[in-house]
């Protein structure tokens, strides 16, 4: 298994501002993943992050928005740009491994709230 | 149509009872299902995976799939209040593919 721990567990921000949350896992993964989750919603998937190179999005998320980082196999932050209430959730980051038996570990989440 | 379906409760059973937690899904190109439990304020963390349909017991819990049917179920045997939880199932097309999650089953088990 993978340990996953993330900063800040929750912060309150001002509109229009931006925070950047950071993921660490305790070991090297293959894939890093970032999601969305809010309440009475399943968890969306934001986008790959990519080790060495752009990550991946999915619909409906760009990366002017949700600029993403990957600098080595153990560490990813997620910013999240020019916040609007809609913004408010929890954010998780999740890692994997090859031959990991398809499992995702998750870290504890962020929840962030938008004023 | 959403990828799939979960009804997301609340679901309030007493202490010892049999949970039944079921997740529709639509795209038969899924052949992992996996089954995760999320405590208040935690991450989820993975409880069962099955690969294609059949059924995978792990003590109290049993994962059933029938790919035919497009559904999944979650059992949970004597039922603790330690359970109380959301339950989210998932399922992906391949090894390192895209995750699709329900929205989750709240679940709360009564002393």
């Known amino acids: 298994s993978a340990v996953i721990s993330q900063k800040p567990s929750r912060d309150i921000c001002q509109r229009g501002t931006s925070l950047t949350i950071q993921c660490q896992v305790d070991?090297?993964?293959?894939?890093m993943f970032w999601y969305r989750q809010q309440p009475g919603q399943s968890l969306t998937l934001i986008a790959t992050a990519n080790q060495g190179s752009e990550a991946t999005y999915e619909s409906g998320f760009v990366i002017d928005k949700f600029p993403i980082s990957r600098p080595n196999l153990t560490f990813s932050t997620l910013t999240v740009s020019n916040m609007s209430p809609e913004d408010s959730s929890i954010y998780l980051c999740?890692?994997?491994?090859?031959?990991?038996?398809?499992?995702?570990?998750f870290g504890p989440g962020t929840r962030l709230t938008v004023l | 149509q959403k990828e799939v379906e979960q009804d997301p409760g609340p679901l309030s059973v007493p202490e010892g009872a049999i949970v039944s937690l079921n997740c529709t899904y639509s795209n038969s190109a899924f052949q992992y299902f996996m089954w995760y439990r999320q405590y208040s304020r935690k991450g989820p963390e993975l409880l069962m995976y099955t690969y294609s349909s059949g059924n995978k017991e792990d003590g109290r819990f049993t994962a059933q799939v029938d790919k035919s049917s497009k559904y999944i179920s979650l059992f949970i045997r004597d039922s603790q209040p330690s359970d109380s939880a959301t339950y989210l199932c998932a399922m992906s097309k391949n090894t390192g593919n895209q995750f699709y999650f329900g929205t989750g089953t709240s679940l709360t088990v009564i002393p």
């Open positions: 070991s090297q993964v293959t894939m």
């Open positions: 999740s890692a994997s491994r090859t031959g990991d038996h398809n499992e995702q570990f």
